[in-house]
């Protein structure tokens, strides 16, 4: 995938919960810049089975079954089971009466949670945060699944001592038939009010939230021996002039400006070496890979290579490894290519 993009990825596994309670872990892994990671937490969200959760870090979706069926399996019915009383009759009619029903509810919850993948020495700051975080997340979560089992074991503490339920009819297998729809009602009123106290419970935890500093990832970055060069041919001899960059920025790397240190240099047809004397460092800014921005330049140097104008911008590849991407747009008496395009790795770098 496009180092450019925020990577998803999904790993599930099952772990246990607060108190025992199981559930299913599913981490959706995003790369890229802090900020990036930000915005996407704060946009669409955590990812899980395929839906997206606006704003949310982790998310808990528990599914409800009675036995081993889901409750609105239409063969849930065979996990249904009751114990009758011996009939009665009243008039025409026969009565039948409940003495035990045997259903139980369960849930199965799955847990999805945002991983990042940030590319850090295990201590730095920026490591250090996210493991606060992530850990915020991964103790939050678990506490929905417990509510879940609560309100799900005192639900079938209810069905197990509701009182009997008793119906007549012309035959004691219609009134079987009848009482088994009450029963099959009175299950599916639990079940909503399962569900309903769940997401109340829910919606009351999540007052509880986590803010990640990104200020803390953005120590510095930095690339070093970038060489780029315009060849230019003539009658006698070829010169080869250019200059060998390096930069260094503290801070988000495009918004923070750049520290560049070139080399110049220039060869062929006996010239004498340039020395270091006009090598002073300067000031730039890069630009994100993929950006209106970088188009926008782009088109320009392009416009004017017509006119003999070059230049060179640097162009910031977010990702775990991030990259500095240097496209030079070579003058047009230049030989070659009418783009250079040099793809060097960003290094961590201290920052005071």
């Known amino acids: 995938m496009d180092r450019r993009r925020i990577a998803l990825g ?80 009243r008039a025409s009619s026969v009565c039948v009466e409940t003495s035990e029903i045997r259903a139980a509810f369960r849930a199965e919850s799955r847990v999805g949670v945002i991983e990042w993948e940030h590319g850090r020495k295990e201590d730095s700051r920026c490591a250090k945060e996210w493991d606060r975080v992530r850990n915020i997340i991964r103790t939050h979560e678990p506490h929905h699944v417990k509510d879940v089992e609560d309100i799900v074991a005192d639900a079938n503490a209810r069905v197990a001592a509701h009182a009997p339920i008793g119906a007549c009819a012309a035959s004691e297998a219609a009134a079987r038939q009848q009482v088994a729809r009450r029963i099959v009602a009175m299950l599916r009123a639990e079940a909503a009010s399962i569900r309903a106290k769940a997401e109340a419970k829910a919606k009351a935890l999540d007052v509880e939230t986590a803010t990640m500093n990104c200020k803390l990832c953005e120590g510095g970055l930095e690339f070093k021996d970038v060489t780029i060069d315009c060849t230019i041919p003539t009658p006698k001899c070829t010169v080869t002039t250019g200059q060998v960059i390096a930069g260094r920025v503290c801070g988000d790397p495009t918004s923070s400006p750049w520290t560049i240190t070139p080399h110049y240099f220039a060869k062929g047809c006996n010239i004498p070496p340039i020395g270091t004397k006009g090598d002073k460092a300067f000031t730039n800014d890069c630009v994100a890979e993929g950006s209106a921005e970088e188009k926008r330049r782009a088109d320009v140097f392009r416009r004017f290579h017509g006119a003999g104008a070059g230049g060179w911008m640097c162009v910031y590849r977010d990702g775990p490894n991030p990259q500095i991407v240097i496209r030079n747009f070579r003058m047009s008496v230049c030989k070659g290519p009418a783009e250079q395009t040099i793809v060097a790795d960003a290094q961590p770098a201290d920052c005071d």
């Open 10 to 89: 999904f790993l599930a596994f099952t772990l246990p919960a607060v108190d025992g309670a199981a559930f299913t872990l599913v981490e959706d892994e995003v790369g890229g810049s802090c900020r990036k990671m930000i915005a996407y937490q704060s946009g669409s969200g955590v990812a899980l089975d395929g839906k997206h959760y606006p704003g949310k870090w982790g998310i808990t979706v528990p599914k409800l079954f009675i036995g081993d069926k889901a409750v609105d399996d239409p063969d849930v019915l065979d996990e249904i089971g009751a114990t009758f009383s011996p009939p009665t009759r």
